[in-house]
């Protein structure tokens, strides 16, 4: 007979309460085995592929992309027996059966990267549905007409308009000669899916897809009325919100402005990319501005401490766990750099271009974001001279570094051209005086103008 079990969402991170369902990579009917990816789910930190511990059959899907399940939820059902090997019971009575069949509160076996939690298998409701009748049986299937249908979405127009969907449909409909903009996602928000694809490229199109939606401004977020689109505020861009508003609100911020001519530490980039030992090696103005802040931070350890308002007090560190802020298709990210206090530059530079390769595929993992003690961030990037960074939570200083530039600058008393970098520093004044941030910023900068400078200190 089978064997089914319910696979809860699991608690990707510390202190995480719920994940929105971004896409499925299984169906109904599909053999799954045991570590398998299932889902993809978007968290307030990142956006995270779940493997299931079990092998078996999937037999339902229990939530939809787009919606937002709590941690400890079930949002699929399993039958790890499909042969049906173990020997047929009596039929119990009604209500007996519903009371036998009812699975067990039963512990998840561990995946590797997160937390075991114990679970109790049963649905809940979706949210902002009914309440379901109870059921003799909690995991038999749901009927097709007790699933409501996608909504059907307005056409979007071609210009301007990028197509909602994710890397490996947009492969797909690239191999498939398929063009996502002729397409309209049968997921919530509009999302395009493989099936979508697929019934794009067989020359038909899903029932969703094929009605044009009277709705305005809901789930399929434009409305060419209005020619405006509204997107959910969710997960990474939800709990980025909230934490600029609690630090805001919280620390009361001071920053600091510096200007510095950087032309020797461009030559001696330059110098770098020739020799035989950074062959390869991606050496950038942020690689240096790193290695600046965690000798800068030896010297004033301020800045890399942190303010305890339940135990009231100032917790000093001595490690720099650095954050380089990271725009991604999803919303900004905070990855951290372990321990770059003892890095060398060539391990610097190589561990920062891990981490941004990694934040820009979208594959940062929520323990990547946890515990950091400063942050960088490099507006200079998109050719702004400099800004006021509001600083991340649990630390008490960021560093924002602006374009390079060649300006006029006067040396020995002539004005030359020269590449010239505008630094800010926003600190807690609660933990880090006027004084101190001062001091930490002159460092930065000195070590930024002359690279020669680092020997001495």
């Known amino acids: 007979m089978p064997d089914y079990k319910q696979f809860p969402l699991a608690d990707t991170a510390e202190g995480l309460t719920e994940a929105d369902i971004i896409a499925w990579q299984v169906k109904p009917g599909d053999t799954v085995t045991v570590n398998q990816i299932v889902v993809e789910v978007e968290t307030a ?21 787009g919606q937002t399940v709590e941690v400890g939820a079930p949002i699929l059902t399993i039958d790890v027996d499909p042969g049906g090997k173990a020997a047929p019971a009596a039929t119990p009575a009604p209500a007996a059966a519903a009371k036998e069949e009812e699975p067990a509160e039963e512990e998840m076996k561990p995946l590797v990267g997160y937390g075991s939690k114990a679970v109790v298998a049963q649905r809940r409701a979706r949210k902002g549905a009914a309440p379901a009748a109870p059921a003799a049986a909690p995991v038999a299937a749901v009927a097709p007409e007790a699933v409501a249908p996608a909504p059907a979405v307005a056409a979007k127009p071609k210009g301007g308009y990028v197509p909602l969907a ?16 002729e397409l309209t996602g049968t997921a919530t928000g509009g ?25 305005s401004n809901s789930d399929s977020g434009y409305d060419p009325a209005t020619r405006e689109r509204r997107v959910p505020i969710k997960g990474v861009r939800k709990a980025t919100a909230a934490a600029m508003v609690q630090s805001a609100y919280t620390a009361p911020h001071v920053t600091e402005f510096l200007t510095i001519d950087v032309t020797p530490m461009m030559e001696f980039r330059e110098k770098l990319k020739k020799s035989r030992e950074f062959a390869g090696v991606k050496v950038t103005p942020l690689t240096f501005a790193a290695k600046a802040v965690c000798m800068a931070a030896k010297r004033t350890p301020d800045v890399n401490a942190v303010w305890d308002e339940a135990a009231q007090e100032i917790v000093y560190k001595d490690y720099v766990h650095l954050g380089i802020a990271a725009a991604t298709p999803r919303g900004l990210v905070v990855p951290k750099v372990r321990d770059a206090d003892s890095m060398s530059l060539k391990e610097l530079a190589n561990a920062l271009t891990e981490l941004t390769d990694v934040a820009r595929q979208g594959k940062t993992t929520p323990a990547a974001m946890l515990g950091g003690t400063i942050t960088i961030t490099n507006v200079g990037v998109f050719g702004v001279d400099t800004g006021t960074p509001i600083i991340n939570p649990g630390e008490s200083a960021i560093l924002c570094l602006g ?15 020269r590449k010239v970098l505008q630094l800010s520093l926003s600190f807690d004044h609660r933990v880090v005086d006027g004084q101190q941030g001062s001091e930490f910023l002159a460092d930065v900068g000195a070590l930024l103008a002359d690279p020669a400078v680092a020997i001495t200190y």
């Not at 990142?46 to 511990?53: K, Q």
């Not at 999937?58 to 939809?64: A, D, H, I, K």
């Not at 374009?403 to 051209?417: F, L, N, R, S």
């Open 191 to 215: 999302v395009i899916t493989r099936d979508d694809v697929q019934a794009a490229a067989n020359g038909s199109t899903a029932p969703a897809a094929a009605a044009v939606s009277t709705v």
């Open 166 to 181: 994710k890397p490996p449909v947009r492969k797909l409909a690239k191999d498939l000669g398929v063009d996502l903009h």
């Open 403 to 417: 374009a390079i530039k060649d300006t006029p600058w006067v040396v020995d008393g002539e004005i030359k051209v």
């Open 45 to 65: 930190k990142a956006a995270v592929e779940l493997p299931i511990p079990w092998a078996g059959v999937v037999t339902e899907l229990l939530v939809e992309p």
